[in-house]
């Protein structure tokens, strides 16, 4: 069997410079398939775009809502920022019915070879925690349904692992493989493609070698310039453009 070689792609938010930058560099690598941990739209100023290319990505693949897809399809906006909410309007009135039927029909949780893909948490996926800290982070693992677990909605790429004893966060080096060891849980947050808040403004996404048992975080240098110029021109905040360029 040919090695499976899985790329790991979360919080989109609809920026299409930064998703085709991180496919191109993924397909270098050999990537034959997709996780797909939703937040496809809001925020950026291609949504109906994105989706087009995740619809196409999930058929080789699986994909998962995010909060942001669900309160495009209504509902939730009452739990945003004034920012959010702004935008996730404006997002609403680009989306057709093909993409509301895509969207709807994703579910909370899936699962991809070994591993699970979630958006948030595998403890109580619609509630859209944020896993901040090694507590969040054992309920999370607690409560999977595989050894190895796929999550965004953080922005932020990190790794944690339980040995069976506490669990704990591990800050993972970009293009250095990780070897997934047998004996733990893993629970991969995979950075945001579209809008990552960890201060480097390169769009981020993981590799997982199922054959190798490694997964690699990559950063990948963007137009983010581009994306942020169509955020000012669509009329969306201006805020939203300004943070690609700072990556928070
Ligand atoms: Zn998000």
């Known amino acids: 069997m040919a090695t499976m070689r899985t790329a790991v792609l979360a919080d989109i938010h609809a920026n299409l410079e930064a998703l085709e930058a991180c496919l191109a560099h993924a397909r270098r690598q050999g990537v ?11 925020y950026g100023a291609d949504p109906v775009a994105c989706l087009a290319i995740v ?3 999930a058929d080789q693949g ?13 509902g939730l906006a009452a739990d945003m920022n004034p920012v959010a909410r702004e935008a996730l309007y404006w997002t609403r009135a680009q ?9 709807d029909a994703l579910p909370y949780t899936a699962e991809l070879g070994g591993a699970q893909l979630v958006h948030a948490s595998a403890d109580d996926p ?4 944020y896993l901040t800290g090694a507590l969040p982070a054992a309920r999370c693992l607690a409560a999977a349904h595989r050894r190895v677990v796929f999550a965004g909605h953080l922005h932020q790429p990190q790794i944690y692992h339980d040995g069976g004893e506490a669990v704990r966060l591990f800050e993972p080096t970009p293009g250095v493989a990780i070897p997934l060891l047998p004996r733990r849980r893993w629970l991969v947050l995979a950075g945001s493609v579209g809008q990552p808040r960890d201060g480097d403004p390169a769009a981020a996404y993981v590799l997982h070698d199922e054959a ?17 110029r169509k955020i000012v021109a669509a009329g969306l905040p201006e805020t ?3 943070r690609l360029s700072r990556g928070i």
């Open 212 to 228: 190798a048992a490694t997964v690699t975080f990559f950063r990948v240098t963007y137009d983010h310039a581009a994306a942020a």
């Open 62 to 74: 699986a994909a998962v809502r995010g909060n942001h897809d669900e309160a495009a399809l209504g």
């Open 126 to 129: 619609p509630a859209w925690s």
């Open 32 to 42: 034959e398939r997709f996780a797909l941990l939703g937040d496809f739209v809001n």
């Open 240 to 242: 939203l453009a300004w």
């Open 95 to 103: 989306l057709g019915p093909a993409e509301r039927t895509f969207l």
């Open 55 to 57: 619809r196409e990505l």
